[in-house]
């Protein structure tokens, strides 16, 4: 039980969790709601959101702003700002 609430609490899993939501967010915006697909430089825009996070908390693990939270919003707010950007 304490392996599972131990995974559970990584940084790793919120982020990936947070990033594949958008991305379904995403891909039903871009299938059922908008006449037009997304394309898919946009599409691609949270997972590279995600990569930067992962490359900079290898090199700087201790800095204020590689707190999980703030990268979360960030894939969040990029996911909102492609859907606003697409609105017809």
Request: include cysteine; proline fraction near 7%.
């Amino acid at each position: 039980m304490s392996k599972r609430n131990e995974l559970l609490k990584s940084p790793h899993i919120h982020i990936a969790l947070v990033t594949g939501c958008c991305i379904i967010i995403l891909a039903y915006f871009s299938k059922r709601v908008f006449p037009e697909p997304i394309r898919d430089l946009y599409l691609a825009i949270p997972p590279f959101v995600m990569a930067v996070w992962e490359v900079l908390r290898g090199k700087h693990k201790e800095k204020k702003f590689m707190t999980t939270w703030y990268w979360v919003v960030a894939v969040v707010l990029t996911t909102a700002f492609i859907i606003l950007r697409n609105m017809p």
